[in-house]
């Protein structure tokens, strides 16, 4: 069995360091964490308030060595329903499960306290090593994982708050792209249909907004969002609340590709010509959105590849290779498939 040369003990923090914090003993800390009837209520408070400052987890294989090999990796997704998140998956149990590691798959709904919280869980389980989907992790989150000694992966988008390493692409980049097709086949009134909105969504937005921006075109009243989840029923009704609000619409660019099926059908219920009357592009190329008539526009970003990458870039870790800066984040772009949708 290869030794496991890539975990950073000495950088975990202790109960010693946690108790050196509030001026107590380390068996006074273990009492407030394992018996906390035991001690009082106002250390109890300065002990949870010192682990979370300090992002200390507990090790729930305390009996073993510090630096022995679990053979278990975390993998954190924001949802185990969402089609785009399959192929990362399968990747990383392709790449990991022959090597003999277990995968914890953890589902955060898209909550950064519920990811906050499966973090911890997975370090008490000793993890060797985990992969996070993006970039917006709670600062307690943060943390946790730049104290846990073990290497870390950051997937589904690139950007500058790296923890350890990353493999993605650019939301911003993908959405400005897109608009600047639908721009270039000449629309000039550009709307964007966006659901649950959470940080990739904004920065898909925000390109949405920098592309009209940098031509002159005004985004201005052309959005129709909502925190719902997404779903493509969802997408015909965002359709009609912006064509009810809109002066005049004669594109849109979707937050992804259920939104954009359900913009092209509530199309063809109201009689609207796709794309002679509206251009409709969408995000993420589902299967799907091939199939459809007419055949849907989209971003493709490689998510197989994506999953493959960080599972290997983590397992060269685990085995004690060393990874240079440029290997350490990689920015695997994406392709713009353009259909008859626009």
Not at 76 to 97: D, M
Not at 116 to 142: P, S, Y
Not at 264 to 271: A, T
Not at 309 to 318: E, F, P
Request: glycine content about 8%; charged content about 20%; proline content about 4%.
């Amino acid at each position: 069995m290869k030794k496991n040369h890539s975990r950073k003990s000495s950088n975990r923090v202790t109960l010693q360091d946690v108790a050196q914090r509030i001026g107590v003993s380390a068996i006074t800390v273990s009492r407030a964490l394992n018996k906390p009837e035991k001690v009082s209520g106002d250390m109890r408070r300065k002990v949870e308030a010192a682990t979370k400052e300090l992002g200390y987890i507990p090790n729930r294989a305390a009996s073993a060595l510090a630096s022995a090999e679990s053979h278990i990796v975390g993998l954190i997704i924001p949802s185990l329903t969402n089609y785009v998140f399959a192929k990362v998956i399968r990747a990383v149990y392709n790449v990991l499960l022959p090597e003999g590691y277990q995968i914890l798959l953890g589902n955060s709904h898209y909550s950064p306290i519920e990811e906050e919280k499966l973090i911890a869980t997975f370090l008490e389980q000793n993890a060797d090593g985990i992969i996070v989907t993006g970039l917006d992790q709670t600062d307690h989150g943060r943390r946790m994982l730049c104290q846990a000694g073990v290497p870390i992966v950051q997937i589904m988008e690139v950007g500058d708050s790296i923890i350890d390493m990353n493999v993605g692409f650019s939301h911003f980049q993908a959405a400005y792209d897109i608009t600047c097709h639908l721009i270039e086949r000449g629309c000039k009134d550009i709307g964007f249909l966006g659901a649950r909105m959470d940080p990739r969504a904004q920065r898909r937005l925000q390109g949405y907004q920098k592309a009209l921006e940098d031509v002159g075109l005004s985004w201005r009243g052309k959005i129709s969002t909502t925190h719902q989840p997404s779903s493509v029923k969802l997408g015909g009704e965002l359709l009609l609340d912006l064509l009810s609000s809109a002066d005049k619409i004669d594109g849109i660019f979707c937050l992804n590709d259920d939104l954009a099926m359900g913009a092209l059908f509530q199309c063809q219920r109201s009689h609207i010509h796709v794309p002679k009357d509206l251009a409709i592009a969408g995000f993420n190329d589902l299967e799907p959105s091939a199939c459809v008539n007419p055949s849907l526009t989209t971003v493709n970003p490689p998510r197989f590849k994506m999953g493959e990458m960080a599972a290997n870039m983590l397992l060269s870790r685990m085995q004690g290779e060393h990874l240079s800066e440029e290997q350490k984040q990689v920015d695997l772009g994406y392709e713009i498939i353009i259909r008859q949708s626009s």
